[in-house]
């Protein structure tokens, strides 16, 4: 089992950034790849980000592409979103998923394990 809880979330204007963390704890955390996905009201939920267990290969959505870095620090079994130049088309709740293959996938049913979500709010 991995337990993972988000943190990092909040208002912000459009153009701002934010930093969204993801604490696990639970089994081995170094050897799950690591996601992150995004809800908005009314819409499903959409693959952001990912970065395989070895923290050497990473993915992002085309709508984030330049503008949000996923990280991960395995001596702390943390994995990091960092959003510049956000838009109030990122306003979401996010959420942090773990699997336990090596690879990046972009299939939220490839993920085992799941965060409660952080509320991502960006005004105008």
């Known amino acids: 089992q991995v337990q993972l809880v988000e943190s990092g979330g909040g208002l912000v204007q459009a153009g701002g950034s934010l930093r969204l963390s993801c604490a696990a704890s639970?089994?081995?955390?170094?050897?799950?790849?690591m996601g992150w996905f995004r809800q908005a009201p009314g819409k499903e939920r959409e693959f952001v980000a990912g970065?395989?267990?070895?923290?050497?290969?990473?993915d992002y959505a085309d709508f984030v592409k330049g503008r949000f870095t996923i990280s991960r620090d395995n001596a702390k079994n943390t994995v990091y979103l960092q959003m510049n130049s956000l838009k109030v088309e990122d306003t979401a709740v996010y959420y942090c998923?773990?699997?336990?293959?090596?690879?990046?996938?972009?299939?939220?049913?490839?993920?085992?394990?799941w965060g409660q979500g952080t509320q991502v709010t960006v005004s105008s």
């Open positions: 998923a773990a699997r336990s293959g090596v690879g990046v996938q972009r299939a939220s049913w490839e993920y085992d394990y």
């Open positions: 639970g089994r081995t955390f170094s050897r799950n790849s």
């Open positions: 970065i395989s267990w070895i923290g050497g290969s990473t």
